[in-house]
């Protein structure tokens, strides 16, 4: 796929926890396909039980989305803005046909052709929302559904998969490409690890939303970075 230009960039990132707060509050059928579903990665002398809180975030079938951020770049003048917003909140099903309806009106707001963006959007963010979707019940939208797409008809840019280079054996993250990139580290009052924690214990929706905005800005400044633009000022990104 040629590479698309800025203002067609439609930049995004989910954060995810576990469905239940831990595996004890689980049914006992969803305690058996969840012990059927990880039986094979299972760490040396570690149970269902204590793995159901490193990884169940990360499955579709045994989490939810609790936060979707966009980006988009807008001219303001003579000065680019990247524009941000988050959809956040704890009713999946109402969090997901918001995000459905905002990027529809954007999609027919701009009237250009809208790419996907994101770091490992390809393997986690457009699945996972994917089978969310279904599992609440709601249609896929046509942008949303690639199936029948050759692979680079698909309208996703995808950080990870640029820094492969067509090497697949290795995954690279945000923060250290970013770094390796020599650009500000997105993980600044929290990171993957703790977001089950924050949202369970803590009930910090909010601080999940600036997290998740943090790496969708991470992600225009690599993207900026990769494609040899200047890079985003503080005061160029906006939070609406």
């Known amino acids: 796929m040629e590479m698309p230009a800025a203002e ?20 006992a059928n969803w305690q058996e396909l969840w012990a059927q579903k990880v039986r094979w990665q299972l760490p040396a002398e570690a149970t269902a039980s204590d ?59 701009r009237k250009i052709r809208m790419v996907f963006c994101g770091h490992n959007i390809r393997e986690f963010d457009v699945p996972y929302l ?32 640029l820094w492969r280079f067509g090497d697949y054996k290795n995954y690279t993250s945000l923060h250290l490409l970013a770094t390796c990139l020599g650009l500000p580290s997105p993980k600044t009052d929290m990171d993957g690890s703790m977001v089950g924690k924050a949202y369970w214990t803590d009930q910090d929706i909010d601080g999940i939303a600036r997290y998740c905005q943090q790496d969708v800005a991470t992600v225009a400044q690599v993207l900026l970075r990769l494609t040899g633009q200047p890079l985003l000022q503080p005061a160029q990104i906006v939070s609406t």
Request: proline fraction near 5%; charge should be negative.
């Open 8 to 27: 067609q960039w439609l930049l995004m990132d989910i954060e995810t926890v576990s469905a239940a707060p831990d595996y004890q509050q689980l049914d």
């Open 51 to 109: 793995f159901y809180g490193e990884r169940a975030a990360i499955m579709a079938e045994f989490g939810k989305v609790v936060c979707i951020s966009l980006g988009y770049f807008r001219q303001e003048g003579s000065t680019r803005q990247l524009r941000l917003k988050s959809i956040a909140g704890h009713n999946e099903k109402e969090l997901l046909e918001q995000f459905v309806q905002a990027v529809g009106q954007l999609l027919t707001a």
């Open 130 to 161: 994917c089978r969310r979707l279904l599992i609440n019940g709601l249609p896929l939208p046509a942008w949303l559904d690639f199936q029948a797409l050759k692979p680079w008809e698909v309208p996703l840019l995808d950080t990870l998969q």
